[in-house]
């Protein structure tokens, strides 16, 4: 089983930035992609940022380059680097993990971004 723990969610004022880590416990098992989604009230769950396993990168297109992910493979670990926030970046923020083999995936339990006007 693996367990998901996420850190770094908070309330940030417009243009501000924000770090998110993710840590998973357990065995992991290659191919996998691993990175985040986030949910906004009334709204339905969205990809954020995701690395695969071979280092390719995919984001949504609202990031518009304002976000940076990255991944600590060894630690199983991934990062969100959240810049010029936007209102509209409010969101609960999940880590996400899943494993091609087997098709077992696996979240966190989500970090609340509050994002200021």
């Known amino acids: 089983q693996v367990h998901l723990v996420e850190s770094g969610g908070g309330l940030v004022q417009t243009g501000g930035s924000l770090r998110l880590s993710c840590a998973a416990s357990?065995?992991?098992?290659?191919?996998?992609?691993m990175g985040w989604y986030r949910q906004a009230p009334g709204k339905e769950r969205e990809l954020v940022a995701v690395?695969?396993?071979?280092?390719?990168?995919k984001y949504g297109d609202f990031v518009r380059g304002r976000f940076i992910v990255s991944r600590e493979y060894a630690a199983n670990a991934v990062y969100l680097q959240m810049n010029s926030l936007e209102p509209e970046d409010t969101a609960v923020y999940y880590c996400?993990?899943?494993?091609?083999?087997?098709?077992?995936?696996?979240w966190g339990q989500g970090t609340q971004v509050t994002v200021s006007s």
């Open positions: 357990g065995s992991v098992f290659s191919p996998n992609v």
């Open positions: 690395v695969f396993s071979g280092g390719v990168k």
């Open positions: 996400n993990i899943r494993e091609f083999v087997g098709s077992r995936d696996y």
